[in-house]
């Protein structure tokens, strides 16, 4: 089984500012490496698939890159609606094993 | 537009069974890849089982030969046979549909929560 590490597990920014999240694969998925963003007690949504395809309808203040084992998400522009658990996801091999999330909070 | 609904959760006392449905609309459940994802309480998602537009089966270890995967077409609907339920597997659980061509779950319902507990 291919596993996930993300991080960090949480972090906490200000409206306006730029973040990060990584994800790194125990093994090359290539770039079959998909992001969802899960708000509290809602269904995760997809944002980005294929590591940096931009999912319709999400801003363009979502940007994914990497590939191989190397991952990142980066959010720019934090804005209060943002605030939600981040998941990466690999879709290269069965198990399609998720990060253990990061969890975005608004100073 | 696609929509789908999960129902069926609920109370279970270990070593039970439970079968969770998923009414579909916007679409027809045999043309579609279509999967469970769950989630136990405050923690992360987890992926536990796919079923292929040509029938195929895929399972997580941690629910293989106790979970089974269908669909009716005839009602439009996916479900998840859970037999041999243990406390480990309460969670929140999600249908999803995947996209096989880009390979992420696309679509997701609201969820139903299995609860194993004596």
């Known amino acids: 089984d291919i596993q996930m590490t993300q991080s960090p597990s949480s972090l906490s920014a200000s409206v306006g500012d730029r973040v990060t999240i990584t994800c790194r694969t125990s093994q090359t998925i290539y770039r079959n490496l998909n992001w969802y963003q899960q708000k509290p007690g809602k269904a995760p949504k997809l944002l980005i698939y294929s590591a940096s395809t931009l999912q319709r309808g999400v801003t363009s203040r979502f940007t994914g890159r990497g590939s191989g084992t190397d991952f990142t998400l980066t959010i720019s522009d934090l804005e209060p609606e943002d605030i939600a658990t981040y998941y990466c996801?690999?879709?290269?091999?069965?198990?399609?094993?998720f990060g253990q999330g990061t969890k975005l909070e608004i100073k | 537009e696609v929509q789908l609904v999960e129902s069926g959760g609920g109370l279970i006392q270990p070593g039970g069974s439970l079968r969770l449905s998923c009414a579909a609309s916007?679409?027809?459940?045999?043309?579609?890849?279509l999967s469970w994802v769950r989630q136990a309480p405050g923690r992360g998602l987890e992926w536990v089982s796919l079923l292929y537009s040509g029938g195929a089966t895929y399972y997580a270890d941690s629910v293989k030969a106790r979970f089974t995967i269908s669909r009716d077409n005839s009602k439009n609907i996916l479900t998840l046979d859970m037999n041999n339920l243990r406390a480990e597997d309460t969670a929140v659980y999600y249908c999803?549909?995947?996209?096989?061509?880009?390979?992420?779950?696309?679509?997701w319902g609201q969820g139903t929560l299995v609860t194993v507990s004596s």
């Open positions: 916007g679409f027809t459940v045999s043309n579609h890849y």
């Open positions: 996801q690999q879709s290269y091999n069965i198990p399609y094993n």
């Open positions: 999803t549909t995947y996209d096989w061509g880009d390979s992420y779950f696309d679509n």
